[in-house]
């Protein structure tokens, strides 16, 4: 079983929809958790970070954890085009040797129509 | 200010010979670490360096190796390399809890 489960998708959704992304994981330690939006072939960009439990609002992005279910989620509103890419969770312990090792989840692919 | 840049972006390589990669993380950044990430995945680690000592290291062969210079710019070698060695190397840089990632190098062993 790997330690970060997340659906690959992909995922089509029109133009305006809100979209739904979730991750599940099953080490009790990590501590803090991550959303990266990456496009084709370029390099994972940070969305959202998140340290423990609760809830993180940016913008049209919401960023949800529930560490007593071990459950990630990342909320898309009013979905527009150029948020068609794969939506990455990474998830970090804490404590001197885990910074800078991050466990991803496989990556969920999103399409937004026009 | 500049991101975290990596060079080559692309590299063509055969089974067997040797790869290094560059890193340059963004400025005031101690901190580097390289991710593995095949096509359809997500990125794997691979090490991470900080003030030029590795600090972790992931389920990698001995072929792979790295290491930080004294500008906290860092070097991923792989020796010996393997078709499976294809993939986008991805480095990136931290000064605390959050990474911010480069571009990548694009690998194709052929």
């Known amino acids: 079983q790997k330690e970060v489960e997340q659906d690959p998708g992909p995922l089509s959704v029109p133009e305006g929809a809100i979209v739904s992304l979730n991750c599940t994981y099953s080490?009790?330690?990590?501590?803090?958790f991550m959303w990266y939006r990456q496009y084709s072939r370029k390099g994972p960009e940070l969305l959202m970070y998140?340290?423990?439990?609760g809830n993180k609002e940016d913008g049209r992005f919401t960023a949800q954890v529930d560490k007593s279910s071990k459950y990630i989620s990342l909320f898309i509103r009013d979905s527009q085009p150029s948020d068609s890419a794969t939506y990455l969770c990474?998830?970090?312990?804490?404590?001197?040797?885990?910074?800078?090792?991050?466990?991803f989840g496989q990556g969920t692919i999103l399409t937004v129509h026009p | 200010d500049a991101g975290v840049t990596q060079s080559p972006t692309h590299l063509i390589k055969t089974r067997g010979q040797h790869v290094t990669l560059r890193c340059s993380p963004i400025?005031?950044?101690?901190?580097v670490s390289w991710y593995q990430q095949v096509l359809g995945q997500g990125p794997q680690f691979i090490f991470q360096?900080?003030?030029?000592?590795?600090?972790g290291r992931g389920n990698f062969p001995d072929r792979f190796s790295a290491r930080q210079f004294p500008n906290y710019s860092s070097e991923l070698n792989v020796n010996a390399l393997l078709l499976g060695d294809s993939a986008l190397y991805l480095c990136?840089?931290?000064?605390?809890?959050?990474?911010?990632f480069g571009s990548g190098t694009q690998l194709s062993v052929l």
């Open positions: 990136a840089s931290s000064s605390a809890t959050k990474l911010f």
């Open positions: 080490n009790s330690a990590f501590q803090y």
């Open positions: 998140t340290y423990s439990s």
């Open positions: 990474a998830m970090m312990s804490a404590g001197g040797t885990s910074y800078g090792k991050l466990t």
């Open positions: 400025s005031g950044h101690k901190s």
């Open positions: 360096y900080y003030e030029k000592e590795e600090r």
